[in-house]
């Protein structure tokens, strides 16, 4: 039985991080036997000091993609992922823009806009004993802002980093166009990726965006999100 370590349920979202999210999706189509461990707790085990990390008979494995990789090696290939050549590059790119490029306007919007950071601190800070709550809040957050600075996306104003999520937002929604899943009949890990990162800006009001009032937009892209809830998480 594997052990998968994360965050914990956010309102209909099995989780704040995407990256959680898409790792449980490919746990559930592949039919992996999986329990969860949830809460902050787990951080400080984590040999990358990130969240997911799975527990496999003893065996640690960090980081979502290396996860996916090494659960193809273990277990069958699940039928999505049955792609030719072309289609496993034309996956790839999808999920390398969703994971470094989409997501970080995630962030931008949950902890660069003041109203929704007031939220995330409550949910994710607000146990802390005092006077930890004082000060580890705003320094995880200056943190995170270094790092949306480094990345690059946060030098861009406001307005631009929304243009810049439409734009793969576009492209996830021209791909799709009016196919179930992006490779035809059958869910594969780029479906499992998308249904990751869309599940929070779609399904999630928790937090208010621009960026997620957009995303509502893409009639395509909120049915699938919805299809793949459905059909998957719905009674987790």
């Keep these: 039985m594997i052990d998968l370590y994360k965050f914990g349920t956010i ?21 992996i036997p999986y329990e969860t461990r949830s809460g902050m707790k787990y951080l400080r085990a984590s040999p990358k000091g990130k969240l997911p990390y799975i527990s496999d008979e003893g065996k640690i494995v960090a980081d979502s993609s290396f996860i996916i990789s090494y659960l193809k090696e273990k277990y069958p290939v699940i039928p999505g992922d049955d792609l030719d050549n072309q ?14 490029n989409l997501y970080w306007t995630l962030v931008h919007a949950r902890w660069g806009q003041e ?9 994710f800070f607000g146990s802390l004993p005092f006077p930890l709550k004082l000060f580890i809040p705003d320094m995880v957050r200056k943190n995170v802002l270094k790092g949306l600075k480094s990345h690059g ?21 021209d791909y799709l166009g009016d196919k179930p899943w992006f490779f035809g009949d059958r869910p594969g890990t780029l479906d499992a990726t998308a249904y990751g990162i ?23 892209l909120v049915d699938f999100t919805n299809r793949f809830h459905a059909e998957y998480f719905a009674d987790s």
């Design 11 to 31: 309102g209909p979202v099995s989780d704040p991080s995407p990256f959680c999210v898409k790792l449980e999706a490919y746990l559930k189509l592949a039919q």
């Design 87 to 100: 289609q496993r590059a034309t996956a790839h790119a999808f999920i390398k823009m969703i994971d470094e």
């Design 115 to 123: 109203d929704n950071w007031l939220i995330l601190k409550d949910i």
């Design 153 to 173: 996306i946060g030098r861009h104003s406001d307005a631009e980093i929304v243009e810049i999520a439409c734009r793969d937002l576009q492209a996830l929604s």
């Design 198 to 220: 869309l599940s929070e800006m779609i399904l999630l009001k928790t937090f208010t965006a621009p960026v997620f009032d957009k995303a509502r937009l893409y009639e395509n």
